[in-house]
């Protein structure tokens, strides 16, 4: 079955840092683009990060760039997200996904995405 599991949110004050993970099963990593979105309260979902298949490219919206890093590790089937200088507005539920077919994955359109993981909570607050 094919499956991605979040793991890492949590309640961090402003100007911290958390690391999610998403572990993939059932199917290898490597053969997909990988994106981290998020989806706050009342806001539409919005891409944050993702690696491309092709050429192992990484790409941040601008919102996170200079703070977040988003990291595979082939042999752990796993994909990362470092979050650092935390603010309140980077609260909201955040998932990992997979995108098989070839499109740029910065575009963060997010119907290309094929498989979605069940999201983590991340709160940023004092």
């Known amino acids: 079955q094919l499956q991605l599991v979040e793991s890492g949110g949590g309640l961090v004050q402003p100007g911290g840092s958390l690391r999610l993970s998403c572990a993939a099963s059932?199917?290898?990593?490597?053969?997909?683009?990988m994106g981290w979105f998020r989806q706050a309260p009342g806001k539409e979902r919005e891409g944050v990060s993702c690696?491309?298949?092709?050429?192992?490219?990484?790409h941040y919206a601008d919102s996170v760039k200079g703070r977040f890093t988003i990291s595979r590790d082939s042999a752990k089937n796993t994909v990362y997200l470092q979050m650092n200088s935390l603010k309140p507005e980077d609260t909201a539920v955040y998932y990992c996904?997979?995108?098989?077919?070839?499109?740029?994955?910065?575009?963060?359109?997010?119907?290309?995405?094929?498989?979605w993981g069940r999201g983590t909570q991340v709160t940023v607050s004092s």
């Open positions: 059932g199917f290898t990593l490597d053969a997909y683009s």
């Open positions: 690696i491309n298949k092709s050429d192992g490219s990484t």
């Open positions: 996904s997979a995108m098989a077919a070839s499109y740029y994955c910065e575009n963060f359109v997010f119907y290309n995405y094929d498989y």
